[in-house]
């Protein structure tokens, strides 16, 4: 039995037979310890903006509120201009980076041991991300992760658009074929935007886990299945759900 599982009030029908699993992964495989934050102070005053500024709580405010969406994205709508938001996504990749070189990444206690024992299971998993594939790559190898899973997949990888729009967990069923329908699909992260991303693909389980940025209201807000501590949780939960 799992313990502290959030379950949707919505009916349902049939327990999906879950096949792929799409995992997310700063704040929901890896423990992020507010690098995000900190490199995104980094992108702020590579463009001016001091911290403690009003535009700085502010401009914070929002990727806080976010966290999950294509980095690229939350800094088009930041800073305007093309030229702009490009060069503070580069400061904040190289930010991120080189925190991440410094060891300061660890994954979520049990992470590791979720994604063999559903490999082991039979089932196929995917880990995705909002960052670019450079910092993605860089999250890997610090983790020794490089060769754990089959795919991974960054917002470059579906022409740019990645959370909240569906096209990372499609793209995921697509590369791997993993799965005959999308309620075969489970999608599991710490934001409010992966949850949006595996509803608005259709998948059959969208658990949101609370090891992360966001909280239980705006996981069932945005339509989660469940809600679990962790993702340490996962293999139990679909094991009840048969």
């Excluded at 080189?98 to 880990?127: F, H, K, M, N, Y």
């Excluded at 609370?210 to 949780?233: K, M, N, Q, Y």
Aim: charged residues 20%.
């Amino acid at each position: 039995m799992v313990s502290n599982v959030t379950e949707s009030k919505e009916p349902t029908v049939t327990s999906p037979d879950i096949r792929l699993v799409v995992l997310d992964m700063a704040g929901t495989t890896v423990a992020d310890g507010g690098l995000v934050e900190r490199a995104f102070a980094a992108a702020a005053d590579a463009l001016g903006v001091a911290a403690g500024s009003a535009q700085h709580t502010e401009h914070l405010a929002y990727v806080r509120a976010t966290m999950g969406e294509s980095k690229i994205s939350v800094f088009r709508h930041l800073f305007g201009s093309e030229e702009r938001a490009q060069q503070a996504n580069s400061a904040f990749e190289r930010a991120y980076g080189e925190l991440v070189d410094s060891g300061l990444t660890a994954p979520v206690p049990g992470a590791r041991e979720t994604i063999e024992t559903l490999l082991a299971g039979g089932r196929t998993v995917v880990l995705t991300t909002g960052f670019a594939r450079v910092t993605q790559d860089a999250l890997l190898d610090a983790l020794g992760w490089r060769d754990l899973v089959p795919l991974t997949l960054c917002p470059a990888d579906v022409g740019g658009r990645g959370r909240p729009y569906p096209d990372l967990v499609l793209e995921a069923l697509v590369r791997t074929g993993a799965a005959d329908d999308v309620r075969q699909v489970a999608v599991v992260g710490d934001t409010s935007y992966d949850i949006l991303s595996g509803v608005r693909a259709g998948a059959g389980l969208v658990a949101g886990v609370r090891t992360g940025a966001h909280g239980d209201d705006a996981f069932l807000a945005a339509g989660a299945t469940h809600v679990v501590d962790s993702v340490a949780d996962l293999p139990a939960l679909l094991g009840e759900l048969g």
